[in-house]
């Protein structure tokens, strides 16, 4: 009988025991689900919240060189107005032109070391940081606006923007300036190399274009911008080349009496960024900032046409006596200069210059 009973005993304290663990086993799923279920709703808060705070704005300092006369002026602006808008206000451009920023050196450097996030330069003043832009200076390379747009929007022109990326730039967009023309003074025409033997030609500080005068008999003399109008007037330098809306925009047609239509080299300009600065925004940020490069340069590129006609007018209008160069004309500037090809081939090696080269015959 007791062992009987004993037996009962066992059974009912397993059977107990079988409950009170199927018990804790609920109580303890129930626990993790609900705990689970916090987490998931903290979650959930924490994203709302995250959603809610105002996204930490970028700011764009963009430097050029151009007062409000100038197309790539209105194309800056164009270029706020298309990020500001297209990034709902998380990016704000602040625009600085006329070189508040400093000369075209100060403001490539101010890029490289982060206190600029934007400039615009001529590629001439970048054959400092990258002797491979040199290969832009080489007088007729290019045939026709045109055809400089396609070869520089192409690959060879995208893999030589990509020399950038080693001084810390990023290369965005080429835009540019057009072709540059000749203007002298003491009444004398150019037509001919042997026109500028002895002259005193202002030129930018760039050795190709220092041995494209030596080549035509020029005395080649670098000035700044800045001081060209009254080295021109006091007769320091007997003339000077540039671009077409820069000589009107410059006054310069003021203290020169000709002028010639050489078309004889391109003034490309890079929009270029700080490369760690750039590659630390998110990809949407990127991409809104390279459209609205393109979308600037577009419009910069068609006011160039339009702006460049109205400032021969004017120039004509003043007096200047102006001559278009034919092509057999321009044939015989272009021969003396051949050599600098060759100069250029061994300084910067011949892969950039020849696929450029074969760039232009292919168009």
Known sequence: MLGKRLVIGKRLLAC??????????????????SEKKGEQEQAQEQAKEQQQQPAQKVVIKY?????????????????KEYVEATSQGQIEVQLYPNAQLGTNREQVEGVQQG??????????FLTVFVPEMQVLD?????????QAWKILDGDVGM??????EGVGLKGLAYTGM???????????????????????????QSPIIQAQYEAWGAVPVPTSLQELYNALQQGVVDGQENDIRTIYTQKFYEVQTNMTISNHAFLPSVMMVNKKWFEGLSKEHQDIIRKGARVAVELDRSLLVQDEAAALKSIADYGLKIVELSEDEREAFRKPILPIYDQIRQKIGSEIVDAFVKATQSE
């Open 115 to 124: 206190s600029i996030e934007l400039v615009v330069q001529p590629t001439a």
């Open 63 to 79: 430097s050029h060189n151009y007062p409000s006369t100038f197309s790539h002026y209105k194309a800056a602006e164009k270029f």
């Open 178 to 204: 057009g072709f540059k023309q000749i203007t002298t003074g003491k009444n004398r025409a150019v037509r001919t190399p042997e026109d500028l033997k002895g002259l005193k030609m202002r030129i930018m």
């Open 16 to 33: 107990l025991l079988v409950v009170a663990l199927a018990v804790v086993i609920m109580g303890c799923a129930g626990q993790t689900a």
């Open 159 to 164: 893999d030589l923007l990509g020399h950038l």
């Open 138 to 146: 080489l007088p007729f390379m290019f045939k026709s606006v045109d």
